[in-house]
């Protein structure tokens, strides 16, 4: 039943998720909001991933009257879409507040299940995340007829979010305020792989955001560009499955391979951005881009820091944060021609990055 309702609240999630990422910069840019616009309103929701675990370091603990106030400011705001959307900064105070509430959902209940499904059944639970993101992708991309059917499908698989994730809490015997190591939590330990990961997450930017479109300026349509989305998820839930015999390999190779495939996908699209082939074949990458290097990512961060929570959460703010709040405001001010040529620059900075000799002896050790 654990393993039913975890995957059940995967799949909402980040079903959600996909109608905010797939199709709400469409609906902005169909309601008159321009590329920069775009880039502000997108970035609000990854700073506040960024700034919100700085709050845990003494002024807050991570409990669940916290999580479960998280959960109801998360409908909030997604009601107060429908009444914020026409005004710009009505909008983005609305995707800050939202940004901070998703913040602490996502980490709070993936602590609890690595540590009771195992990495095994982790994954199996997780791709179902991956499962609802491609549904979404698919249903939405045939019946977004008018800006607010993407809210009606997103404040719906939030709801349901919310209730599976209120199910979960009859499992949480996890102490999520325990004691670690009395050394201090450090990011200049390790500057290299925290640099890497914002890299990588900063040339995303362009993705998330964009990728919608630029393929649609390019001259292909809503619906195909729907099924690239769903595509390059299909591949990602098929890796996730099979995963676990790579990840007992060396980890910051894989990461380092993911990341030079990734430089390679973004090439790709900036070369071809009307070559519906080509465009397919670099949405296959995100089964390496995203499924595996995340993976990876998380499993090499458990190997650096006595913190492993704290370390996590920290991940998710410096990547999904801060490195996804400057990629908004990037590709916002980037649009055009070259975006996927600045992307592609980026992973190669995360790749020389993540290449440091400190890091591969810690790897050996």
Not at 83 to 111: D, H, K, R
Not at 141 to 154: D, E, I, K, N, W
Not at 225 to 250: D, H
Not at 313 to 340: D, P, R
Request: aromatic content about 22%; hydrophobic content about 55%.
């Amino acid at each position: 039943m654990l393993f039913f309702k975890l995957s059940a609240f995967y799949f909402f999630y980040f079903a959600a998720v996909g109608v905010y990422v797939i199709f709400l910069p469409k609906v902005l840019h169909d309601l008159g909001y321009n590329a920069l616009e775009i880039g502000f309103v997108f970035a609000l929701a990854p700073l506040m991933r960024f700034l919100t675990p700085f709050l845990f370091l003494k002024q807050i603990k991570l409990n669940q009257t916290v999580f479960k106030t998280a959960l109801i400011l998360s409908v909030v705001c997604s009601i107060s879409f429908y009444i914020t959307i026409n005004n710009f900064y009505a909008f983005m105070i609305n995707n800050a507040i939202l940004g901070a509430s998703l913040s602490l959902i996502l980490p709070y209940l993936e602590v609890t299940a690595i540590k009771i499904l195992g990495k095994d059944k982790y994954g199996k639970s997780r791709l179902f995340g991956s499962i609802g993101f491609t549904i979404i992708s698919l249903m939405l991309g045939q019946f977004l007829t008018h800006p607010y059917v993407a809210l009606h499908y997103y404040l719906t698989v939030n709801v349901l979010t919310v209730l599976f994730a209120f199910l979960l809490l009859r499992y949480d015997d996890v102490k999520h305020d325990e004691s670690v190591s009395d050394e201090p939590f450090s990011f200049f330990k390790y500057w290299p792989f925290w640099i890497s990961i914002f890299f990588m997450q900063l040339s995303f930017g362009g993705f998330y955001n964009f990728f919608t479109i630029y393929e649609t300026d390019n001259g292909i349509s809503l619906e195909m560009t729907s099924y690239m989305w769903s595509f390059g998820v299909i591949c990602e839930i098929v890796l996730f499955y099979y995963q676990a015999p790579l990840l007992k390999r060396n980890l910051l190779n894989i990461i380092k391979f993911c990341l030079a495939i990734t430089v390679l996908r973004w090439f790709l699209l900036y070369a071809y951005p009307d070559n519906v082939t080509l465009a397919f074949l670099t949405q296959s990458i995100h089964a390496f881009s995203f499924g595996l290097y995340h993976s990876a990512t998380i499993m090499f961060l458990y190997t650096l820091y006595a913190n492993k929570k704290l370390a996590q959460q920290f991940m998710y703010g410096v990547a999904y944060g801060l490195g996804g709040f400057m990629g908004a405001l990037l590709a916002g001010w980037l649009y055009g021609e070259y975006l996927f040529l600045y992307c592609a620059i980026f992973t190669l900075l995360a790749f020389i990055f993540i290449s440091n000799k400190k890091l591969a002896l810690q790897q050996g050790n």
